[in-house]
């Protein structure tokens, strides 16, 4: 499993554009949470234009596949990915949904 940061740059698009690219982005982290790669998602609250994915994926390279298709990557944003291992998972982790 994998821990994905996703930070925007400060000037990663004009003005113009942002909503736009925004709306890309929302489409492509829906399509791979409709397909179970991506599990958990959602902007930082403490932190503008940043947030987070936790992701499932057979390998590093299909991961940074999904990722090569992101309307951010690579020069919009800083991608920070972190393999992780999940010990334990709660039951009831989607009551914790829009928290």
């Known amino acids: 499993m994998y821990l994905i940061n996703i930070e925007l740059h400060p000037s990663a698009a004009p003005q113009a554009e942002q909503d736009e ?11 791979h949470f409709e397909q179970g790669q ?5 902007p930082f609250l403490d932190k503008a234009r940043a947030g987070v994915i936790i992701a499932q994926a057979e390998s590093r390279a299909e991961l940074d596949a999904i990722l090569a298709t992101d309307v951010y990557y690579p020069d919009l944003a800083h991608y920070e990915i ?18």
């Open 38 to 42: 991506f599990l958990i998602l959602g």
């Open 21 to 31: 690219i925004l709306n890309q982005h929302r489409t492509w982290f829906a399509k």
């Open 82 to 99: 972190r393999e992780f291992k999940a010990a334990m998972v709660a039951n009831h982790i989607q009551q914790f949904q829009s928290k």
